[in-house]
């Protein structure tokens, strides 16, 4: 199963008038798959830390020079290398300001590409198919370069495949409507030359991608109309008989997506593992003709896995690094992270083990194929075996119904009869990973819930969340449900499960937590886990305080920076300071401390919160960021729990939002005397570990001298 995350935009574009192309010729990794390097199709060439959304530098050419090849970067010199006017080869590094005043070379011949992966030497693609390593083309820039193609021969795609510890650059080339790829094999040096095979209407490849596994060069080719192939080269069988020879390359029908009326003009497909495939710009099988979509098909089982409406013209362009799609696509350069299970027969059967956390919170116990296959004895525990056999006798009593049966159920139903049957479906084992059918079930019953305020049920909800085959795309008003019913437990589960819940219902969440009564808050049934952990955290054994994470209360710097109360001189010091909020309400909040946002879609949902309830909820940051601070206290336990830095980047994001506010009120100036002396703790925290890590770095840089003799002292400072 394949999902797709909630988006988030990169940059911003400035696309054509005509709006035919984007602004972007290619989209680099560079030093680690954070950072990526976007390179216009003007003059300019930008740096980007793709989880902090900002541009960490940029580099523009001069009025008159273009830009004619996606920047790349060699990660053994640490330099950036692309392509100006066809010939003109430009080098620099990260701290250049000028690029008329770093490296340029200018070489004999008309550049297509440079191409560049992680640990590799970079590569020069010629636009007549020759292949020289960037070293020994600068090494004399105007050699001779020979011509692989025939005169009417053009380049239409290329990239660059590792196997192994070989590199071997792939393109492909188009002559009066034949369409040929090329293989060019470096060190020693071979090329092998192979014919695609045509479709029956003369079409051209749309896209194409590439990757390496088990030994063979995967090629994907989408088409026009819609068929997206696959050929498979093996890069190991190429005899010297046979470089001389054109074979024709076979390929695989994988898929035939459907176009409706005409045929594709910008679309694009990836090739994500040996089973997914990302599309975009083909029409989405639900919505018609519209080719909006960013789509994940399975090509082993020809399903739909998962989609997602892009906003704004779609330009045929993706990217994809480290488990994120890189899309333009109006004005808009956006990100959109994936994640793609493993296809096997195990998981379509419902037998595939789920590992860590996901396998602890599964009301299911599911037996792996060693159980099966061998007759492995396990020994479930006492309340899942209660579950199963409950749910046998259940099903034996009466006939389990279809997906569809149970759909038309649901309708008009009581929910004694529906909460049945979900649990019957729930409890037969090839059920299991019907993704797309539970989420159909949580949708309809969450309709008729919404629609019917009688017809409610935590329990069967409950169990549909704990099959982790939701997310709020799939069921968005499921969180607005339990809200509106005042069902704590689902909200918590929801938080927990769902990966994908966007910053205006997190506040939301938040909203309704911190404002409910504490009467009502002590009613709340929970997760027990989560209860444990704030029992452990709050009893009295956990009361000293000690030096840990560069603070200590006790110490004279905080007493001089903290104005106390003399309320809180009588009755409390910091190391014996209560829980200003229930127990149940605070695991509710420890759960929104946990829940992933970003910073500037989360501030302006953040700004709608009163000023008593960020005071509370300060209050409550500053009872945690204590607590972790005790040298006492379970660092490492087997509790959901929010971590440190979650907590302080809680306490920063409040007070940007309410800052002015808290200022203005009296209630919280103590408060913030406090807070400022523990972020200045942490500040300081990280400077000295930054100096440590400044002198260990040190350390590790210097080389040992070779003629140090029988006897030497070397003597280290550290600052």
Not at 684 to 696: D, H, N, T
Request: charged share 20%.
């Amino acid at each position: 199963m394949a999902v797709l995350y909630e988006a988030y935009t990169l940059c911003r574009l400035s696309p054509s008038q005509n709006l035919t192309s984007s602004s972007i010729q290619g989209v680099e990794v560079e030093r680690d798959n954070d950072h990526v390097i976007v390179t216009d199709s003007f003059r300019s060439v930008t740096l980007y830390k793709v989880s902090d959304q900002k541009p960490l530098g940029s580099w523009t050419v001069k009025q008159g020079n273009c830009l004619t090849c996606p920047a790349v970067y060699n990660t053994h010199s640490k330099e950036y290398v692309t392509v100006t006017d066809n010939k003109v080869i430009r080098i620099w590094k990260e701290d250049d300001v000028l690029l008329d005043k770093t490296f340029k070379a200018t070489v004999s011949s008309a550049i297509w590409r440079i191409h560049c992966v992680t640990g590799g030497d970079p590569v020069v693609l010629f636009q007549r198919g020759a292949v020289r390593l960037l070293d020994s083309l600068l090494s004399a820039p105007q050699q001779t370069v020979e011509e692989v193609l025939a005169p009417d021969e053009t380049i239409r795609w290329s990239t660059i495949i590792v196997a192994e510890t070989q590199q071997f650059v792939v393109f492909t080339t188009e002559k009066k409507g034949e369409h040929f790829l090329y293989l060019q094999k470096l060190k020693p040096n071979t090329l092998q030359r192979y014919q695609l095979d045509q479709e029956d209407s003369g079409l051209s490849p749309l896209s194409l991608s590439a990757s390496y596994r088990d030994k063979l060069i995967h090629l994907l080719h989408l088409y026009p109309n819609g068929h997206v192939y696959q050929s498979v080269i093996s890069v190991w069988s190429q005899g010297a008989d046979e470089e001389s020879q054109t074979l024709i390359l076979p390929r695989n029908l994988r898929l035939a997506l459907s176009v409706d009326e005409g045929q594709l003009e910008a679309a694009a497909a990836l090739l994500l593992d040996e089973a997914h495939i990302a599309v975009v710009g083909v029409p989405h099988p639900s919505a018609g003709t519209d080719k909006d979509y960013l789509c994940i098909w399975n090509i082993n089982f020809q399903t739909l896995q998962a989609g997602k409406e892009i906003a704004g013209k779609i330009f045929g362009q993706l990217w994809c690094y480290s488990n994120k799609l890189f899309i333009p696509h109006g004005k808009t350069l956006s990100v959109v992270p994936y994640g793609c299970t493993k296809s096997s027969l195990a998981s379509a059967l419902g037998k595939l083990r789920r590992s860590g956390m996901q396998e602890y919170r599964s009301l299911v116990s599911v037996p792996s194929w060693n159980s099966i296959l061998h007759e492995e004895k396990t020994q479930p525990s006492r309340t899942t075996e209660t579950w199963k056999l409950r749910n046998a006798r259940k099903s034996q009593m009466s006939p389990t119904l279809t997906v569809e049966q149970i759909l038309e159920l649901i309708k008009t139903a009581p929910v004694e009869e529906v909460e049945k049957q979900v649990e019957g479906l729930l409890s037969r084992a090839e059920t299991q990973d019907m993704n797309e059918s539970l989420g159909q079930l949580a949708s309809s019953l969450v309709s008729r819930s919404l629609a019917d305020n009688g017809f409610y049920s935590t329990t069967m909800l409950a169990q549909l969340v704990h099959t982790q085959s939701l997310c709020h795309s799939v069921c968005p008003d499921l969180v607005q449900l339990a809200l509106e019913k005042n069902d704590y437990f689902l909200c918590q589960l929801c938080l927990q499960f769902f990966p994908d819940i966007p910053e205006e219902v997190t506040c939301t969440c938040l909203k309704a937590f911190i404002s409910m009564p504490d009467n009502d808050a002590e009613k709340v049934n929970l997760e027990p886990d989560s209860i444990s952990f704030m029992e452990t955290l709050t009893s009295r054994e956990h009361g000293q305080v000690g030096l840990q994470n560069g603070f200590n209360s006790t110490s004279s710097e905080h007493h001089s920076d903290v104005t106390m109360t003399r309320a809180d001189e009588e009755n409390e010091t910091p190391r014996e300071q209560s829980c200003p909020v229930v127990l149940q309400r605070a695991v509710l909040l420890n759960e929104i401390l946990q829940t992933a946002y970003s910073d500037d879609l989360l501030l302006p949902h953040l700004k709608n919160l009163s000023s008593q309830h960020v005071i509370l909820f300060l209050q409550y940051l500053h009872f945690l960021y204590l607590k972790y601070n005790q040298d006492t206290f379970p660092q490492s336990h087997g509790f959901r729990s929010p971590s440190l830095m979650q907590i302080m980047d809680w306490v920063c994001l409040l007070l940007d939002a309410h800052f002015t506010v808290l200022v203005m009120t009296p209630e919280a100036n103590g408060l913030l005397l406090n807070l400022h002396s523990y972020i200045k703790s942490q500040v300081r925290l990280f400077s000295e570990l930054g100096k440590v890590e400044g002198s260990l770095q040190k350390l590790k840089d210097m080389r040992i001298k070779q003629d140090m003799g029988q006897y030497s002292i070397d003597v280290i400072e550290l600052f």
